[in-house]
């Protein structure tokens, strides 16, 4: 039975220890462990698969993703850091650029800078077409001049007062609609998805005039593509208390994990410590400076159970963004068939 559970912990659970972490590599492969099957079945799998939405904001969504292996978590997180499509500028016209911000760090910062768009509107311009449609960009104008306030007191040294246009920001990028645009996306409201975003600063007669095309592009060309700020994921914690902690080693023990990790109890006058919510716990490992601690504490984290983070730099939703990630992840499957299917033809 012992032996059972050694084999059990090795094959689903991932171990910290005072020195090092034991059990990380997936060793659940058919044939591996006798006594286990371990062959692919889908209906196992799909009874044991499952996606918990733990908390959905704005911009962030957090979600656990149970019953996968390791690559394939990871490639779901490389897919929306790097092959999500989105709108970005690509092409930069300046006309005239007179502020202290030279020409291509101008056009660098342009780039950066989110642009509220649905990239499913639109098709990945064709290589060396240098002009665009109105299927494959959005077209931007920065046209801004400084001046000087005639209203602002003479004694003030506040720029804020002394100038018009001293900051250039996002919000000043306005939409140039290509060709037939208009009618093509009556309701569009494409921008900049901050307004605040500063992109110069200017003096009274220093001027910005450009023209901007957003094309569709992925992480993988370029970072300004990326539609997530972060994408990670993280393995659900398992903290097993080995013997009943109690009264100062209690306290000292609460103390040694993330807040609301241990919890304590009044139980017959005595101060009992438990395990009350491991998913928050970080694993710092600090209760293995405790001696007398440290051998009454299993840290473990489970090796199936994904904690997935994913925060959108605001173009789509995260939700949108996990639905299209994970089309692309079966489109990549299909492809794969498909060549399979060929070569076995041949």
Not at 82 to 88: D, L, Q
Not at 117 to 144: S, V
Not at 209 to 237: E, N, Q, W
Request: with cysteine; glycine share 6%; aromatic share 8%.
């Amino acid at each position: 039975m012992a032996a059972r559970r050694a084999t059990d912990e090795m094959r689903d659970r991932v171990v910290l220890g005072e020195f090092g972490v034991r059990n990380v590599h997936t060793t659940d492969f058919p044939g591996n462990y006798p006594g286990y099957d371990d062959a692919w079945d889908q209906r196992r799998f799909e009874e044991g698969f499952r996606v918990d939405v733990i908390r959905e904001e704005e911009d962030t969504l957090e979600f656990d993703m149970v019953g996968i292996d390791a690559a394939i978590a990871n490639a779901f997180r490389r897919i929306l850091l790097a092959e999500v499509p989105t709108m970005a500028v690509e092409k930069v016209f300046v006309y005239n650029n007179t502020s202290i911000v030279q020409d291509e760090i101008l056009a660098h910062r342009l780039g950066l800078i989110p642009i509220r768009a649905d990239p499913r509107l639109f098709e990945y311009r064709n290589q060396g077409d240098q002009e665009g449609t109105e299927i494959d960009t959005l077209q931007f104008q920065l046209k801004i001049k400084c001046k000087r306030n005639p209203q602002a007191a003479k004694e003030s040294s506040d720029p804020d007062e002394l100038y018009f246009n001293h900051k250039v920001y996002s919000k000043h990028m306005t939409w140039v609609p290509l060709g037939n645009q208009t009618d093509l996306f009556p309701d569009a409201d494409f921008r900049p998805v901050h307004d605040d975003i500063l992109i110069a600063l200017l003096r009274p007669g220093q001027e910005i005039d450009v023209l901007m095309h957003c094309v569709k592009g992925i992480g993988k060309d370029h970072a300004k593509f990326s539609p997530v700020a972060t994408a990670s994921y993280r393995l659900l914690p398992d903290i097993t208390l080995l013997q009943p902690i109690e009264d100062e080693a209690a306290e000292t023990l609460q103390k040694c994990f993330s807040p609301g990790v241990i919890e304590i109890q009044n139980i017959n006058g005595k101060k009992v410590a438990r395990v009350a919510n491991a998913r928050l716990d970080t694993f710092s490992r600090e209760v293995f400076r405790h001696e007398g601690l440290k051998n009454l504490v299993r840290l473990a984290r489970v090796r199936n159970h994904y904690i997935f983070s994913v925060e959108s730099t605001g173009i789509l939703p995260p939700d949108v963004l996990v639905s299209e990630a994970i089309k692309i992840l079966m489109g990549k499957c299909q492809r794969f068939l498909n060549e399979l299917d060929s070569v076995s033809m041949e």
